[in-house]
């Protein structure tokens, strides 16, 4: 069973209210806001899917998440 969220959709509630405006503005002009606005809807989630059954087995973490994470271990170096 697989989960993939849509990122397109926006929020119902701000999940970071609790930030600043200041922590809140380097979030979003630093390098996770251009992550998230850029690359993450490009990631070929799909493709990943595809090795999962829809209604089987226990549920995926959500994969854009996932693949994300394995983006970011890839281009620093980091070990598992």
């Known amino acids: 069973m697989y ?3 849509d990122h397109q959709t926006g929020y119902l509630f701000d999940p970071w209210v609790q930030l600043g405006p200041r922590r809140r503005q380097i979030l979003d002009t630093g390098w996770p806001g251009l992550f ?11 493709r990943l899917a595809r090795n999962f059954k829809e209604f089987r087995g226990r549920p995926t973490k959500e994969l854009y998440v996932m693949m994300g994470g394995m983006v970011l271990q890839q281009m620093l170096n980091l070990s598992d």
């Open 3 to 5: 989960y993939a969220k």
């Open 36 to 46: 998230r606005k850029c690359l993450l809807n490009k990631l070929p989630v799909e």
